[in-house]
């Protein structure tokens, strides 16, 4: 048995000690000897944060194309570099983003992304955990569809190679890129293997509109149509759902992902309609989509925008407070991937993070949740915990060498543009 002791860190507005054993909270305000003690006076403790929409490894194209239209972006830049990234590109990639999650107190993610395997090792190799899904698009084309459902059975064969942390899921990309022969077969599939189903939903008015044309409905109706509206959906964006499909979607138990720098940033067109998905008793979770559209994996300036989006919108600044920002970081995406509480309770995953507000940008300290939502960013992080593991103390990163993860991956980036660059792709 490995244990951790936390003494004096501040919980809930108290000095607390925290137990942690085999991973677990096995105790809190009772202090033992434990293998290894870290003294926290002065740091608030708060649950680790969990990315419920990313593709990691597109921290590759940090800053490249930026400023562009969605679909100019998508065609004239990352398609064709996507085209040629490989295993060890997305490796690589996956790591330099893990390692600015970490940084940043986030310990979970649920990730979207082509090469499977380089997602899983990386999330293994960081001693982080995450739910990885990979992208299943066929276009409509049958040949294609039957080579995606064959991998896609492999990989669920195999779904426990890269160990108790990192899970998979399923990861049709959208309405538009999958026939609804394969999103019907994925629902199935899912369902018999109580797997989430991580999809793009609603984004942008023209995906509805160009589902209306050819279903004649609209992207969550044909979810509903072919089976896949249920508490194993998780969908990311829902910016363009109306108040039945809202309904739809929280009475089946299913979350929906907000991702509001990125959608600012690509301009989407409208803003999620978070009080009304509440009133709907809709399961909202927070994510920070890719670092080509964000441009960073900071969580906590997630969190804020989120909720300052939210009240811009309502005008009314009651809108969601700092306390369902954090709960959408922390407790949403837990209670859509059977994650525990996300909350920092006896018998929980040891899934937290010791922040520091000691700088001037942080004090005084009336709320420490007001603190760390409105005022902090990632770097006041202090100290990231996942599943009791120590990843980061006092800012410096255990087990894994820094330095050699950003080299890697601004080598893996720089090759990549090379390659693209000799096919005169972009
Ligand atoms: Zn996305």
């Not at 005084?364 to 949740?369: A, G, I, K, S």
């Not at 603190?371 to 992080?381: G, R």
């Amino acid at each position: 048995m490995t244990s951790l002791l936390i003494r004096d860190a501040v919980l809930d507005g108290t000095a607390t000690a925290i137990l942690i054993e085999d991973g677990r909270i096995a105790a809190l305000g009772e202090e033992r000897p434990a293998d290894r003690t870290i003294e926290a006076a002065g740091l608030y403790a708060f649950p680790s944060l969990r990315n419920a929409h990313t593709h990691a490894a597109m921290t590759l194209f940090r800053g490249y194309g930026d400023d562009l239209p969605l679909m100019e972006w998508l065609q004239t830049k990352i398609w064709p570099a996507e085209f040629l990234l490989t295993e060890e590109d997305v490796y690589h990639g996956t790591r330099l983003a893990l390692l600015e999650m970490l940084k940043g107190g986030t310990t979970w993610l649920a990730d979207m992304y082509w090469h499977r395997d380089g997602v899983a090792r990386a999330v293994r190799d960081m001693g982080m955990k995450g739910h990885i899904a990979s992208v299943f698009i066929d276009l409509g084309d049958r040949e294609k569809a039957r080579e995606q459902q064959a991998r896609t059975i492999e990989r669920l064969a195999e779904r426990d190679r890269y160990g108790p942390r990192v899970k998979m899921a399923f990861g049709p990309h959208a309405i538009y890129t999958v026939s609804n022969e394969s999103l019907e077969w994925i629902g199935r599939l899912a369902a018999k293997e109580n797997l989430i189903v991580h999809i793009h939903l609603a984004e942008t008015e023209h995906e509805v509109e160009e589902c209306r044309k050819q279903h004649g409905t609209t992207p969550t109706r044909l979810l509903q149509r072919l089976g896949l509206v249920g508490p194993n959906l998780v969908a990311a964006h829902g910016i363009w759902l109306d108040e039945e499909e809202r309904r739809m979607l929280a009475d089946a138990g299913a979350t929906v992902v907000t991702n509001p720098v990125s959608n600012l940033k690509l301009a989407v067109g409208g803003i999620f309609a978070y009080r009304e998905a509440r009133q709907a008793g809709l399961n909202v979770a927070l994510g920070t989509d890719g670092a080509g559209s964000n441009n960073n994996l900071d969580m906590i300036e997630e969190m804020k925008i989120a909720a300052l989006v939210q009240k811009h919108r309502s005008g009314d600044p009651t809108c969601l407070p700092a306390r369902e920002a954090l709960a959408m970081a922390t407790e949403a995406p837990a209670r859509a991937y059977g994650l525990g509480t996300g909350k920092i309770e006896v018998g929980e995953p040891a899934d937290l993070m010791l922040v520091d507000f000691s700088e001037p940008a942080t004090q005084p300290v009336h709320d420490p949740v007001s603190n760390l939502v409105y005022a902090a960013n990632a770097s006041n992080v202090h100290t990231t915990i996942c599943d009791g593991v120590v990843l980061m103390h006092d800012r410096i990163v255990e087990g894994v060498d820094e330095q050699e993860v950003v080299r890697a991956a601004t080598d893996a980036a720089r090759g990549l543009f090379e390659r693209v660059a000799a096919e005169g792709k972009a």
